[in-house]
């Protein structure tokens, strides 16, 4: 599995947000040094916080990315905005010379992906995308028992995922309603997708052909307040709220993948890895969690029996510590750290998941099986 080495101890990486909303602790190898928000007011009393958190200054920018990406004394931007912006702020801060950490999508569209990365590579700067789901300790574990070769040649996978309300189903909060119109690349298939099949392929390995079926069940959606009643607005969602999708992998083995939203009995976790010589289950069906995927704390069973997963647990950049990404993004930041290329995603690997998804659509659309 993938161990923690103890990093040669050097200068904290600089670290400047933009967007920055996210609280926590900060590991040690970091160092919070400037955020860049909308306004000022907002930029000022973020920066109050963070600097009242950490032993430094942290430094306020507002309006344009353009104003902390020139800030020398940042190595590394962190950008934590709306999809619909990520490739701006993304090019500036690229432009600046900095390093960028950017959550998946990165770009609202394979174009816009695409065009991060190729500015990325011109420049030379380092990249890192939140893919941090290949650290959680369920992942770590199943890549270990798969690399050991303990099951032997992997035969099949079948992986489903149910989401639990208020994603993607009937309802969807006023906060939410970006999320339902196809153009912010933001839909079902667009984030839980991305994050799901780069999962499946960073342990089994890359895709060589695919067919897709995506369907959407729910074409209006009823927004609702912050109350909990409906607000008197329906609002039409034009992307999936099924997903089906069958193929082969480089390796030969024969893949399924299920990601639903809408079911009543929600959320759902269940993978299932059969290989010549065992199987590798990885559920969780804990319905009191809410988001199916994001949320889920899996266990392992080898051959019908438990295997206890190690403690990973890191300290993080800023994130609320009660969420169950924590360690997994502890993990992923000392990754970056650590020098670890190869474990933590970078631009590279979400331009392939961009082309995975469209890939996808065309299946879908089309009737017809996609080879890579």
């Not at 709306?82 to 490739?87: D, E, G, P, W």
């Not at 569209?109 to 890192?128: D, P």
């Not at 099949?197 to 074409?219: E, H, R, V």
């Not at 970078?346 to 331009?351: F, K, S, V």
Request: hydrophobic letters at 40%; charged letters at 20%.
């Amino acid at each position: 599995m993938f161990a923690i080495a103890e990093p040669i101890k050097t200068k904290p990486i600089r670290l400047g947000f933009i967007g920055l909303s996210a609280t926590g602790p900060l590991s040690s190898d970091f160092s919070l040094v400037a955020v860049s928000t909308t306004n000022t007011d907002s930029a000022q009393a973020s920066a109050k916080k963070y600097s009242e958190l950490s032993s430094n200054v942290v430094k306020p920018y507002y309006g344009s990315a353009e104003h902390i990406a020139a800030d020398k004394d940042i190595d590394m931007l962190v950008v934590s905005v709306r999809v619909t912006h990520h490739k701006e702020v993304a090019l500036k801060a690229i432009k600046g010379g900095k390093d960028l950490f950017i959550e998946w999508p990165a770009g609202k569209s394979l174009e816009e992906t695409k065009e991060i990365y190729e500015a990325a590579m011109r420049m030379g700067v380092k990249t890192v995308v939140g893919f941090q789901s290949r650290f959680n300790a369920y992942a770590l574990k199943t890549k270990s028992i798969i690399e050991s070769g303990e099951i032997g040649k992997i035969i099949t996978s079948s992986f489903t995922v149910s989401l639990g309300f208020p994603l993607y189903g009937p309802t969807a909060p006023e906060a939410a309603k970006y999320l339902l119109n196809s153009s912010n690349g933001v839909t079902l298939v667009d984030l839980l997708g991305g994050h799901m099949f780069d999962l499946l392929t960073y342990i089994l390995g890359p895709i060589s052909s695919l067919t897709a079926l995506l369907q959407n069940q729910i074409p209006l959606i009823t927004i609702i307040g912050n109350d909990g009643k409906p607000t008197g607005e329906t609002v039409p969602y034009d992307g999936a709220n099924q997903v089906c999708v069958s193929g082969v992998l480089v390796s030969g083995a024969v893949f399924n993948v299920n990601i639903q939203s809408g079911a009543k009995q929600s959320p759902d976790f269940n993978w299932v890895i059969h290989g010549e010589n065992g199987t590798v289950r990885i559920i969780d069906d804990d319905r009191m969690k809410v988001m199916g995927f994001f949320d889920a704390s899996p266990e392992v069973y080898l051959n019908g029996t438990k295997v206890e997963l190690e403690d990973v647990g890191v300290s993080a950049l800023p994130v609320n510590s009660e969420k169950s990404s924590t360690t997994a993004t502890g993990l992923a930041w000392k990754a970056y750290a650590d020098g670890k290329s190869g474990t933590y995603a970078t631009l590279e690997q979400a331009l392939k998941m961009k082309e995975v998804i469209a890939a996808m659509k065309k299946s879908s659309e089309e009737g017809r099986r996609i080879h890579f």
